[in-house]
């Protein structure tokens, strides 16, 4: 079997200091088939002259270089069809990665009895140098007991010995896609399918989109296909005062959160519904019987009960916008299904609106 091609996409804004660290840890990988875009969002540092410093250097890597900051959803969304992999790395540029990361994260989709929607490493945290700050951060991986993956089960994939094998069998959990809670690293630490990120990408406003990629692909495709995480650090989460989500500290159970960052999730959420309820038939033929476990994924991700989720005026707006897609699934089981989520008067206002 021919190594799978992963492309890796590097999303900069800003981060000169780091960005060269980011670009070659990917050219560093001990896997044989990568290809590397690198995007600049329009920097106002020197970015720029750290890019050119790899023009022409290696066949596998190209630059694409914007004049206006789409944000990294936009800018992903820009470039989405000229990728060529079969799985997808959104790569931060102020983190790197391991040059085992590729080859492991590939083997553990590949070993997987079904396909999955991502797979999800840890992650070793480094400060602006470099330095090691933990030596393993992964409390969202390890905070629950998830299924192994035996090896009677496993494909197998050509190439890999008996002892590779079993370290990655012991390695690897999988996460059952009904499970509603975040069990995976931020960012960098995740491989996609990138077929599944074609499929349910966002619509309408990409190039405003200020939250992050995972926050949004990875509640809904994880509802589609379930993950897989792997228990191992293979990629460096930096701090250094600047990065959004940086200011989480490392102490399971406790974080740091802003108004404006629930916001901003809140949005993010809505994006999820709206992919939905405008492409219903869509993800109906693309996960069929589960389109509505896919429409209670964004109160899932805000821990919110369905019901108030739902009772959202923003999310019955979207609602009603698209019911005539939503209803192409058959008028009785949209009425159903809306009042099991807010209420027989609601649900008929909405499908008979």
Not at 296 to 301: I, K, N
Request: charged content about 25%; aromatic content about 8%.
């Amino acid at each position: 079997m021919a190594a799978p091609l992963v492309s890796f996409v590097v999303i900069n804004y800003n981060y000169e200091d780091y960005l060269a660290e980011a670009i070659d840890s990917v050219l560093a990988q001990d896997y044989p088939n990568i290809e590397c875009v690198v995007i600049d969002n329009a920097s106002t540092d020197g970015s720029r002259e750290v890019l050119a410093r790899y023009e022409g250097v290696d066949a596998r890597l190209s630059i694409r270089r914007f004049d206006r900051n789409l944000n990294q959803m936009g800018a992903l969304l820009r470039i989405l069809d000229d990728l060529r992999g079969r799985y997808l790395t959104i790569v931060d540029a102020d983190d790197f990665i391991f040059p085992n990361y590729a080859s492991q994260h590939v083997l553990a989709h590949e070993m997987a009895p079904r396909g999955l929607a991502f797979t999800s490493s840890c992650v070793v945290e480094v400060d602006g140098a470099g330095c090691v700050l933990t030596a393993g951060y992964d409390p969202f991986l390890s905070n629950v007991v998830q299924a192994r993956l035996a090896d009677g089960e496993a494909n197998a994939v050509e190439g890999v010995g008996a002892t590779d094998r079993a370290l990655l069998l012991e390695a690897i959990r999988l996460v059952d896609r009904d499970d509603p809670k975040w069990r995976w690293s931020p960012g960098t630490a995740n491989m996609h399918d990138l077929s599944l990120v074609r499929a349910t990408r966002p619509i309408g406003h990409a190039e405003a989109y200020v939250g992050a990629t995972d926050n949004y692909f990875m509640w809904l495709n994880h509802a589609i296909a379930g993950s897989a995480q792997i228990l191992t650090p293979l990629s460096a989460y930096r701090h250094h005062g600047r990065n959004r989500y940086g200011a989480m500290p490392s102490v399971a159970g406790l974080t740091i959160g802003t108004r404006s960052g629930v916001n901003r999730s809140a949005v993010r959420r809505r994006d999820i519904t709206l992919a939905l309820a405008s492409r219903a038939r869509a993800f109906q033929q693309l996960a069929p019987g589960r389109f509505w476990k896919l429409m209670d994924a964004p109160a899932a991700a805000d821990g919110q009960p369905v019901e108030l989720y739902f009772a959202n005026p923003l999310v019955q707006k979207i609602l009603i916008e698209h019911r005539a897609e939503l209803l192409s699934l058959g008028a009785a089981e949209v009425e159903r299904e809306l009042a099991e989520r807010m209420g027989r008067k609601a649900a008929r206002r909405i499908a008979r609106a």
